[in-house]
């Protein structure tokens, strides 16, 4: 971590929830703003293809709790 980074971090830590929140917030904002054209359009090529495949019965789709479990035992 940089130096300015460990102070900013702490300053932010001195911050109620509310203006870290705020802080936080705008900080992902800032990120989404900084994405590449391109891969910002691929994603969206890509969550368009599954929600179509979802919709038309295609999507093979496995219940949460069968993803957390094996995600589980994989990290055990």
């Given at each position: ?8 971090s ?16 705008e ?50």
């Amino acid at each position: 971590m940089s130096e300015l980074l460990a102070e900013l971090s702490r300053k932010a830590r001195r911050l109620t929830v509310e203006e870290r929140a705020q802080l936080g917030q705008e900080l992902l904002e800032s990120v989404a703003r900084d994405v590449d054209p391109d891969v910002q359009t691929a994603w969206e090529e890509e969550i368009s293809a599954r929600v179509a495949r979802y919709e038309s019965g295609e999507a093979d789709l496995v219940p949460a709790e069968e993803v957390f479990a094996a995600a589980h035992r994989l990290t055990r």
